[in-house]
């Protein structure tokens, strides 16, 4: 029986990308665009009929003629016509397959001469056709030579190296079509180098580096179908609590603020302050500072003392505007830094503005301003506490979720594909982009700073871990889904993608239908594989 315990505060911090999967399809396709399901799509494996469209359109990163390293194919979305054929080389090339590091494969590959003999000729055949040379008609035969040094050998030759690898490339692949993953097939030879082999022997080879489907291992095997999982439950979404605070919230902002004067902070008040610490070492001298824990004008609500370190605001208690405190506390085993847990610290805090606040009587008069629309308290009250156990209700399904899947994504052992990691990396970099845009203005400045290359790199080390498991859950779910033989219905599907499809136009916002409904589907697989988790796990709810 395997054991997961997991609490809903840390549920977000082991997948922060992950949106309740208890929500509507069309909301989360909308408000996330490629983060819908668990964390974006999949790479799918290109058939041997992309590969096909792939060798026609690809092109090299960079200029060929300068380009020293290895190069990449490129073709996002190759169109794939039905009626592409498949282009039958004169004799068979010598492909062999390396298993490499990450789920990828280097494929060397051995052209014979008769294979670049034919592509040379198909070359000379088109530069006939696109040439005009002096005493020949326009797509007439011109003798080899006169064609050659009409266009230049080292053109010819380099037209002649590229043909050959556009020709060959989907031949090399047959034995990965089907695993290969997209937009990741790597020609890792120089190309220099290469045209200097073919110019001096008439033959070619290259390597070709390749990222696979990866096979995941599930240890234990099966163990998937029988999870024991604990959930903490934190009393942040109890309904009833948070019914209580959200009324008191309310009601505290119909209350005018008004300077203290007589006395010293008591719990009520709302006091600015500015706040140092510093570490302070076994022998009691003092250590660093510690950032994390200042703060300049920080207005704190007395109330809601107790989400501070625990014993701050006993610390503070009584004091008076323009005075100071010095105390030393300790941060809790739980702190959410691990560098500060155990750690014992010295704060300072200078108090600038105390404040009290003068509140009205609480009766229905204030129903209407507490809630528009309401005209008594217990119609508030009501109101409010039917939405806190909504909010509750999918607090504990998110929990659930969470849970589920950081269980099964520690059951399984897989080697992630770079190009996998670094498009879902980039896809949570864009969503976070955006929703950075949509809360604040950014200028063109910060917005070319935030997108360049190196912010996106340094994004995707920092966040390395989030990202590997997240594709691990994702693979972890895909497999179950296919194992267990789950499905769902078509009406399901179509419904879902009509509904995101409404959403994106009422929000002016582009989309791609076939891309919403490959993520819908993905996003029903998920909702699917949950479903059948929670029906076979023995699940324990515990409050903290």
Known sequence: MELCVISTTTAKAINPFLPSITRRVSSRLFQSDSLLQFGGRLKKPISSLELSCVSRKFGFLGDSTSHGGDFRLFAASPAVEADVKEDRLPADLKVTETVQA????????????????????????????????PGFRPKSKVPENIIVGFVGRPYVLRATVESILKRTLPHAMDSVTGRALKDSIQIVSSFPEMEKAYSK????????????????????????????????????????????????????????????????????????????????????????????????????????????????????????????????????????????????????VDCKELFYRDLPTLDDSLADK????????????????????????????????????????????????????EEQGRQFYGARLLEIQGNMKLTEEQLASLSSQKAVNEFLETQRESITNIIKQNLAVGDIFKRE?????????????????????????????????????????????????KERAEIQYITR
């Open 201 to 348: 022997l008439k033959t070619l080879s290259y390597e070709v580096v390749v990222d696979v489907v990866p096979e995941l291992k599930w240890n234990p095997e099966d163990g998937y179908k029988n999870m024991k999982i604990v959930v903490e439950l934190g009393d942040e979404i109890d309904a009833k609590k948070a019914c209580e605070r959200q009324l008191r919230q309310k009601y505290k902002s119909l209350g005018a603020l008004k300077i203290v004067t007589d006395r010293g902070l008591q719990v009520g008040d709302l006091a600015v302050i500015d706040i140092s610490a510093t570490t302070i070492d076994e022998d009691g001298s003092t250590g660093q500072a510690i950032p994390d824990a200042e703060s300049k004008g920080f207005h704190f609500d007395t109330e809601e003392g107790n989400r501070l370190l625990p014993g701050f605001l006993d610390s503070i208690i009584g004091i008076r505007a323009g005075e100071s405190k010095s105390f030393s506390l300790v941060f809790p085993e739980s702190w959410k830094q691990e560098n500060l847990r155990g750690q014992r610290a010295q704060f300072t």
């Open 485 to 533: 033989n789950l499905e769902f219905s078509t009406d399901e599907l179509v419904k879902e993608v009509e509904n995101s499809i409404t959403e994106f136009k009422k929000h002016k916002q582009e989309y791609d239908e076939e891309r919403v409904k490959d993520q819908v589907q993905e996003i029903l697989e998920g909702a699917k594989v949950l479903e059948w988790l």
């Open 102 to 133: 990450n789920s990828s494969v280097k494929l060397s590959v051995e052209v014979p001469a008769i294979v670049c003999e034919d592509c040379y000729q198909r070359v000379l055949t088109e530069f006939m056709k696109l040439s005009k040379v």
């Open 370 to 421: 507490l809630l528009p629309g309401s005209t008594t308290l217990k119609e508030v009250e009501e109101t409010l506490a039917k939405r806190c156990q909504e909010m509750e209700q999918e607090a504990k399904e998110q929990a659930t979720d969470n849970a589920i899947l950081e269980q099964i994504r520690k059951m399984v052992e897989v080697e992630i594909p770079q190009s996998l990691f």
